[in-house]
């Protein structure tokens, strides 16, 4: 073997966003923004690259052996535990004192390290290079990406050195030895649970606290509706492409959901009915869709109109609880005029916004959109949504 390569999708929220908070249901949805991962037998080294921060990682593997071996870390492939707050710190400091890096922006490394370490019994040298097309802090889930990326390449790699070493690893299509080319991975149903579950233990350790909605969404693709810890896969959403819009405004997550948090202590009664509608918009989009499967998304007209009035309301709302910006509210208002609709996503108060197209909106209609937005200084992203989850080839 000589190339292992992983790619895993973003995600956006298409309905839901802060009512989730307090147990309703979001709609989270795959994107075509991906993250790529590619890792490669090595020599005497474990090498890490994030060439889009630039940064570079490199260890011996006498020294991460040691570490391993001080911190009690045991091999552990099948069922993933988290790391608990000792092993976490310590490794902060291996990586703070053997780099010289700030530890506030190496919780990614860390977080590989722990995989890497669990998922091996001898710790193997690989060259790692990780690169994204996901905007990083914008709430389209670069960071979860990431993390399938970290799971899936360990997990899948430590799968072919076990075939390796055991005689199975060289196996032919065609007649043709395929260690010679590239050769897609299928990934069953159970191997993706297992790398969704090892990508949540790397999420816990960069923040804390997930919901868990990300990686999933990163791993299984398409859609799936949140509620309270629960995931449900929803229809397919052939036919939908969004218009991504980053207004480049900072905004602090936490910040958003304390405040829309407080506003609901102080105003229970109108506060509440909002969560309450958004709810139900949520609901109503998960039944438009899947009506949708049921015709094949064709002649869905009276489906996909429900859809983007569902779109205009909650970003009412979600303007009612005061994460809108007026940077949120120009894109929209540009979309508008050119007939097409849209919210913010995500935690909102800047961040990114999304405008819904569907087969019955015109070429012009988007070409007319991005040209005025980007003249206003905010890039675009067109994608299609609701695609596949993560991917792997080897050759």
């Known amino acids: 073997m000589r190339e292992l390569e992983v790619s895993s999708p973003g995600k956006v929220i298409l309905y839901g966003e802060h009512a989730v908070v307090f147990g309703k249901t979001a709609l989270a949805v795959s994107i075509n923004l991906r993250t790529k991962l590619t890792i490669k037998e090595g020599t005497d080294y474990l090498v890490v690259k994030f060439p889009d921060m ?6 011996r593997l006498e020294e991460l052996t ?16 988290p790391a608990d707050a000792e092993t976490i710190e310590g490794m902060r400091d291996f990586v703070t004192s053997s780099c010289n890096n700030n530890t506030d922006s190496d919780s ?30 914008a709430g389209l889930g670069s960071s979860a990406a990431m993390s399938v990326c970290f799971s899936s390449s360990l997990v899948l790699y430590s799968n072919l050195l076990n075939e390796q070493n055991t005689g199975n690893g060289n196996c032919k299509e065609n007649g043709h030895d395929t260690r010679t080319r ?3 991975i299928e990934i069953n149903p159970e191997k993706r649970q297992l790398i969704s579950d090892w990508a949540f233990m790397a999420e816990k350790i960069m923040h ?22 629960e995931m449900l896969p929803v229809s397919d959403l052939s036919g939908l492409q969004i218009l991504l819009v ?38 109503t989009a998960i039944s438009s869709l899947q009506a949708s499967a049921i015709k094949g998304f064709k002649g869905c007209q009276e ?5 983007e009035n569902l779109i205009d309301i909650n970003q009412g709302l979600l303007a009612g609880l005061g994460v809108s910006h007026p940077a949120l509210g120009r894109v929209v208002e540009i979309f508008a005029g050119n007939s097409i609709h849209a919210k913010l996503t995500g935690a909102g108060g800047g961040g990114f916004a999304l405008g819904l197209i569907t087969p019955y909106v015109q070429r012009q209609q988007v070409e007319k959109s991005r040209h005025e937005l980007e003249d206003l200084g905010f890039p675009c992203y067109e994608t299609q949504i609701g695609g596949s989850g993560v991917r792997a080839w080897y050759s």
């Open 54 to 59: 630039n940064k570079v990682y490199t260890w």
């Open 66 to 81: 040691q570490l391993r071996e001080s911190l009690c870390l045991d091999t552990c492939t099948q069922i993933p535990t």
């Open 108 to 137: 990614g490394i860390v977080a590989f390290l722990y995989l890497y370490m669990r998922l091996f019994s001898a710790l193997p040298p690989l060259a790692v290079n990780l690169s994204s097309e996901i905007p990083i802090g």
């Open 182 to 184: 590239r050769k897609e």
């Open 208 to 229: 804390g606290t997930p919901s868990g909605i990300d990686n999933s969404v990163s791993t299984f693709g398409g859609a799936l509706a949140y509620r309270s810890g």
């Open 246 to 283: 980053n207004t480049k405004v900072p905004r602090n997550t936490r910040e958003l959901v304390s405040a829309v948090r407080n506003r609901h202590i102080l105003l229970p009664k109108v506060i509440g009915p909002i969560f309450d509608a958004i709810e139900r918009i949520t609901q």
């Open 303 to 307: 489906e996909f109109r429900t859809l």
